[in-house]
Every structure is written in structure tokens, then in C-alpha cells.
């Protein structure tokens, strides 16, 4: 769910590391999943979605993983580049609703 | 191709004045649109989504209204500015419950 007046948790990484960045959501009834990346003072840009039927989906360097059991999404992104440097937020659809429910964020800074 | 205009970028507004910000979406016909607020740090918080015309879903109480005026244009207004009303709004579209687009977002800071 919304946890909208939190301050982002943060990950740091060494440029070329792989980062994982993790999500939990609360509806069972969510059927779809989006990653967003948030660079500072512009909006959010769309990197990867899955859907409920699938357990993983790659894209460019980034990888997600859902896990229907325990409702945890994570985005790896392989070979971190200074460009990765953003907050990365994960999003569900709940089923039958039309609004994404946005989840915590993730502050990720590549380090050099 | 699809795009979405919002302005202005920056506002700095003392409390008790209005407020409008104006959103526009291109090349698409119906589209669902929103409007978040993002405070400095935070995540996004949704205010208000319309699936048309007229239609309009407020998601928290606040000092704050929307309206869709014309099938791709949502505005989001107030009559008396808080200070707790700055932050980074930030307009979105999607069509049926897909991926949302998000505008390049309004700063406003309310003095």
C-alpha cells in the first residue's frame, strides 16, 4: 500500500555491482506491476512491467521478479552505470480498479 | 505519438492565493488522468483521478479540486493555498489500467 509520507529508504552500489531493489505489496487482487525510475525534478519513466500470470520478465539490463506468495516484487539492474543514480518506485494495479497504487520508493546511487 | 503538457513548472505562491495548474494530453481520445503530489523525499500520494469528462475521484481529503473540462485537459485548482499544500505534482494519463505516463511535473512552493 501508500507509504507516501515515509522517507525513501536508500541503496548505494558500486558502478558495475548488480542492485537489487525490493517491493512489497498488499492486495492480492493486484494483476499488474510496474517499475518506475524518478530522476531528481522530472517525472517518472516507465523501465519494465509483469503481469500476475508471469514469475519473472527481462528487459535491458533490468530483470523483475514477482512472488505471488509472499506479494514481493523486486528489480534487479545488472552492471550499474552512473545513469542508474535515481529513486526507483514499484506500482500495482489492483485488479478491476483504474489507478495504480504507488509503493514506498528506493533512492539507488551508483558509486564510482 | 502520445504527449502530455503540464505547466507551469515552477510556481512560489503565498498561502491564502489560488491555485491552478493545467494538464494536456495529445493523441490519444479518453484517456484516464491523474494528478499525484510527490513531497521532497517522499513517494507519490494520488489526489485525484477522472476515467472522463466531468468525472472525477478525489483519493484523500485536502484543500485541493479537480476538473476535466474538455476529454484531455485536467486541472487541479485551489481557492486559499496552505503551506502544507507544496510539493511536486506531477499529472499522469493511461488508458484502461495500463502503464501511466507522467507529465514532467509542477514545483510549488506555497511562502
Known amino acids: 500500500g501508500e507509504s507516501v509520507g515515509l522517507h525513501l529508504p536508500t541503496l548505494s552500489v558500486q558502478e558495475g555491482d548488480n542492485s537489487i531493489i525490493n517491493c512489497a505489496y498488499s492486495?492480492?487482487?493486484?494483476?499488474?506491476f510496474i517499475w518506475y525510475k524518478q530522476e531528481s525534478g522530472k517525472g517518472p519513466q516507465f523501465i519494465i512491467d509483469i503481469r500476475s500470470n508471469m514469475d519473472k520478465r527481462q528487459g535491458q539490463r533490468v530483470t523483475v521478479l514477482l512472488n505471488k506468495t509472499v506479494k514481493h516484487l523486486s528489480l534487479q539492474i545488472a552492471a550499474t552505470q552512473p545513469g542508474d543514480s535515481a529513486v526507483y518506485f514499484c506500482a500495482e494495479n489492483i485488479q478491476g480498479a483504474q489507478k495504480l497504487v504507488f509503493g514506498q520508493g528506493t533512492r539507488l546511487t551508483i558509486n564510482p | 505519438s502520445q504527449t502530455i503538457h503540464q505547466w507551469p513548472a515552477t510556481l512560489v505562491q503565498p498561502v491564502g492565493s489560488p491555485l491552478s495548474l493545467e494538464c494536456t494530453v495529445e493523441?490519444?481520445?479518453?484517456?484516464?488522468l491523474y494528478w499525484y503530489r510527490q513531497a521532497a523525499g517522499r513517494g507519490l500520494q494520488l489526489l485525484f483521478y477522472s476515467v472522463g469528462i466531468g468525472q472525477i475521484s478525489s483519493e484523500v481529503p485536502q484543500n485541493l479540486s479537480a476538473s476535466r473540462p474538455q476529454d484531455r485537459q485536467f486541472i487541479l485548482s485551489s481557492k486559499k493555498l496552505l503551506l502544507s499544500d507544496s510539493g511536486f505534482y506531477l499529472c499522469?494519463?493511461?488508458?484502461?489500467?495500463?502503464?501511466?505516463?507522467f507529465g514532467e511535473g509542477s514545483r510549488l512552493t506555497v511562502l
Open positions: 499522469a494519463w493511461s488508458v484502461g489500467t495500463g502503464e501511466l505516463f
Open positions: 492486495n492480492s487482487a493486484s494483476d499488474y
Open positions: 493523441g490519444t481520445s479518453n484517456p484516464n
